[in-house]
């Protein structure tokens, strides 16, 4: 069975991203997670293989030329026999009966449309700041689900006018600070629809904040939200009768601890100073953790498993970059391609033109010349405690 994902006119690259991203996660267990256009959704016979059809956030407008006539019957059809429907921001506009986008406005966008998934208005935004095509007006959002207070991506969506009062309407979600409608999941027939005017979907460390001028604020509560983010898409996924992953994401697996610094000979300092306190293996170990300090271009799947097999403690690696990978003259680090959420030789440029601006060129600065980096280790708080 198929979760099918709309990708055609209108949809924004990152939605359709994330949303892939996020789905494959909780329901590729399960099921085939692709990507389809409108001449897909037309002409093809898809419904009797699909799970769960996904319309993602963008431009409404477009959808409408896209979906016009045959399609939107289809997708009607679908739904009301039996099969589920997922939008987020304009994938929840698209589907109520009803829209009125930033009335009044040069970008005003007033009118019925043809699902009628909801049987009544989705207005918005529901905050201030939208801009097409960027993350300029992107916030993060608390909205209340159950007991919880979530925090979630917004940028541009709606409320659901009324939810409350609708007939086979369930409130799932409400914007906290106004107690109107962020998330509904509607009975349409045999079927169902869930709704958003929010994004649980995303990963914030997957999306472009630059032009943003709260960038840090978003991405720090919303990293800290990413969690309670699935566990609420997971339950209301499980409410359309999908069987969802019913762990928080895959396992996560520990990642290298790379060894940077500024000069080649610092490194080796550290290095070095390192292999003092560890035995004839490489092995340092603590309280909590073991590390094996060892260079990064050395051969370690027979020694990782002969020594997995001796402790149980997790064992991290130290990877020391060779002399001759490195360019000794400069900064050392591994390659982008082993760190890709993290740019190490930017930041190091970074620091070295904030220094050059102090007198003497602020030689005598030694905070940020040594940078241990992992994406996944045990716990940072134990590993700087033990």
């Known amino acids: 069975m198929n979760v099918l994902i709309y990708n055609g006119n209108g949809t924004s690259s990152n939605s359709v991203k994330q949303t892939y991203n996020t789905l494959k996660t909780l329901l590729g267990h399960a099921y085939d997670v692709m990507k389809v256009d409108a001449t897909t959704l037309r002409n093809e016979p898809w419904q009797e293989t699909c799970s769960l059809l996904v319309v993602p956030g963008g431009r409404d407008s477009p959808y409408c030329e896209d979906l016009?006539?045959?399609?939107?019957?289809?997708?009607?059809?679908?739904?009301?026999?039996?099969?589920?429907?997922l939008g987020f921001c304009a994938g929840g506009y698209y589907a109520s009966k009803e829209i009125e986008f930033e009335k009044?406005?040069?970008?005003?966008?007033?009118?019925?449309?043809?699902?009628?998934?909801?049987?009544?208005?989705?207005?918005?935004?529901?905050?201030?700041?939208?801009?097409?095509?960027?993350?300029?007006?992107?916030?993060?959002?608390?909205?209340?689900?159950?007991?919880?207070?979530?925090?979630?991506?917004?940028?541009?969506?709606?409320?659901?006018?009324?939810?409350?009062?609708?007939?086979?309407?369930?409130?799932?979600?409400?914007?906290?600070?106004?107690d109107e409608a962020a998330g509904?999941?509607?009975?349409?027939?045999?079927?169902?629809?869930?709704?958003?005017?929010?994004h649980p979907e995303y990963d914030i460390r997957f999306t472009d904040l630059s032009e943003n001028e709260d960038k840090e604020k978003i991405t720090k509560e919303l990293t800290e939200s990413l969690p309670l983010c699935r566990m609420m898409l997971s339950e209301l996924l499980h409410k359309l009768k999908l069987k969802v992953d019913t762990a928080s994401g895959p396992e996560l697996k520990l990642t290298p601890i790379y060894l940077t610094a500024l000069r080649q000979e610092t490194a080796e300092a550290v290095a070095a100073r390192m292999l003092e306190e560890a035995d004839e293996h490489g092995i340092i170990s603590d309280a909590n953790d073991r590390f094996l300090v060892t260079r990064a271009d050395k051969d370690l799947a027979s020694l990782v498993q002969e020594l997995s097999l001796t402790d149980n403690k997790p064992l991290l690696k130290i990877l020391c970059q060779d002399r001759a990978t490195t360019n000794q003259q400069g900064p050392v680090h591994p390659e982008k391609s082993q760190t890709p959420y993290f740019h190490i030789e930017?930041?190091?440029?970074?620091l070295l033109e904030r220094r050059s601006k102090e007198w003497g060129g602020g030689a005598w600065y030694h905070i940020g010349n040594v940078m241990f980096y992992s994406e996944v280790i045990t716990s940072t708080q134990t590993i700087l405690d033990k």
């Open 68 to 85: 016009q006539g045959q399609t939107n019957d289809k997708i009607k059809s679908y739904v009301s026999q039996g099969g589920s429907y």
């Open 104 to 178: 009044g406005t040069p970008i005003e966008v007033i009118g019925s449309r043809p699902l009628g998934f909801y049987p009544g208005m989705c207005r918005g935004t529901m905050y201030p700041g939208f801009v097409y095509n960027s993350e300029k007006g992107a916030r993060s959002v608390s909205v209340v689900y159950g007991q919880q207070d979530i925090k979630t991506y917004y940028n541009g969506g709606g409320y659901f006018v009324d939810a409350k009062k609708m007939e086979g309407v369930e409130v799932v979600c409400t914007y906290k600070d106004t």
């Open 184 to 198: 509904v999941l509607c009975k349409v027939g045999q079927g169902s629809a869930l709704l958003f005017g929010v």
């Open 346 to 350: 930017k930041y190091y440029k970074a």
